[in-house]
Nanobody, 114 residues
Framework: QVQLVESGGGLVQPGGSLRLSCAAS????????MAWYRQAPGKQRELVAT???????NYADSVKGRFTISRDNAKNTVYLQMNRLKPEDTAVYYC????????WGQGTQVTVSS
């Protein structure tokens, strides 16, 4: 059983930055495709960014040029660097790992407000 634990959320002013982390338990992390999703109040969960086991990345149009997903397989961790944050980025951010099964973290709150 793989467990994913997110951290790094918080309150930040518009234009600020945050880095989210998602630490995975278990082995074979390097073989997992990883992703970040977010869910704002009253809205459906949406895909933010993905990274394959080979390191290829993809982003939602709304975050391109502002967010960067990366992974450190030695630390079993995936990151989401978020720059130039906007109020509309406010959401609970979730980490997802996919191999032969799908795993989700518990989420971390990001609030962008002055």
């Amino acid at each position: 059983q793989v467990q994913l634990v997110e951290s790094g959320g918080g309150l930040v002013q518009p234009g600020g930055s945050l880095r989210l982390s998602c630490a995975a338990s278990g082995s074979m992390f390097s073989s997992y495709a990883m992703a970040w999703y977010r869910q704002a109040p009253g809205k459906q969960r949406e895909l933010v960014a993905t990274i394959t086991s080979a390191g290829s990345t993809n982003y939602a149009d709304s975050v391109k040029g502002r967010f960067t997903i990366s992974r450190d397989n030695a630390k079993n961790t995936v990151y989401l660097q978020m720059n130039r944050l906007k109020p509309e980025d406010t959401a609970v951010y979730y980490c997802k790992g996919t191999n032969w099964a799908v795993y989700w973290g518990q989420g971390t709150q990001v609030t962008v407000s002055s």
